[in-house]
Nanobody, 120 residues
Framework: VQLQASGGGLVQAGGSLRLSCAAS????????MAWYRQAPEKQRELVAH???????NYSNSVKGRFTISRDNAKNTVYLQMNSLKPEDTAVYYC???????????????WGQGTQVTVSS
């Protein structure tokens, strides 16, 4: 099982970006999916989370600006980021709780990270 994130880049403050993260491999079920971020010299923090039933939750710092969504048919989670601020600059990681087709039990998987840089 692999998660492949894409969509990061450089944008001016006030701009928008859309991140995508696709899961592939021997997947039986994908439960919760989420986006985290890690700024330089800071701990990784949860940005947004979405359940298998599409119920979202957001950190206070992004609420009202970011939207998490998922396409279960494509095994993909998205993060639409609007009104970006310089403090949103970080490496963004996707995470998914997946039950593989082989073996048993649920495991947490991480994408490779995608850089988001917001200039002032």
């Amino acid at each position: 099982v692999q998660l492949q994130a894409s969509g990061g880049g450089l944008v001016q403050a006030g701009g928008s970006l859309r991140l995508s993260c696709a899961a592939s491999g021997s997947i039986f079920v994908i439960n919760d999916m989420a986006w985290y971020r890690q700024a330089p010299e800071k701990q990784r923090e949860l940005v947004a989370h979405i359940t298998a039933g599409h119920t979202p939750n957001y950190s206070n710092s992004v609420k009202g600006r970011f939207t998490i969504s998922r396409d279960n048919a494509k095994n993909t989670v998205y993060l639409q980021m609007n009104s970006l601020k310089p403090e949103d600059t970080a490496v963004y990681y996707c995470n998914a709780d997946i039950i593989p087709s082989t073996g048993w039990g649920q495991h947490g998987y991480w994408g490779q990270g995608t850089q988001v840089t917001v200039s002032s």
